[in-house]
């Protein structure tokens, strides 16, 4: 076997491992998103703090990441890099709205487990990120 046959052969088994490494990272992207707009939609306590400019945010911000990632899936599904770095920002956001517990932590207002909960529900979203984008086919 030549090296240019052997390279052919590699690259084609490359890709056919990332259509399922990036359709994991989708179904995942969809579950957390989905779980993690529930809560700031149905837990909605505003109490006149400074926070109540952020819960509001988050109601509103989680659905719509929410939705455009089940949205986008469909169109993401064969690999097209546009849609999946979309989707892969969302999921950034999601990552980023996960130091609100660890902020709340360190102010004790919330128990310890919270943040340990937090700390892989950013793993999962961490990882989805990157299944995504290394699932998606470039230009």
Do not use: K, N
């Not at 989905?34 to 945010?57: Q, T």
């Not at 546009?82 to 996960?98: E, P, S």
Request: charged share 10%; glycine share 8%; with cysteine.
């Amino acid at each position: 076997m030549s090296l240019a046959s052997s390279t052919a052969l590699d690259g084609a088994a490359g890709r056919a491992r990332h259509p399922a490494r990036l359709r994991v990272g989708l179904v995942l992207s969809v579950l957390l998103a989905v779980l993690s707009a529930i809560p700031a939609v149905s837990e909605i306590g505003l109490d006149g703090s400074a926070w109540d400019v952020l819960v509001i945010a988050l109601a509103v911000v989680m659905p719509a990441i929410a939705l455009a990632t089940i949205v986008l899936t469909p169109l993401t599904w064969t690999g097209r890099r546009r849609y999946a770095v979309i989707v892969a920002v969302g999921q950034a956001v999601l990552i980023l709205q996960l130091v609100i517990p660890v902020v709340l932590f360190a102010r004790g207002e919330v128990p310890g487990p919270v943040v340990v909960v937090a700390s892989v529900s950013a793993g999962l979203s961490a990882l989805a990120l990157w299944c995504v984008l290394s699932g998606a086919r470039g230009r």
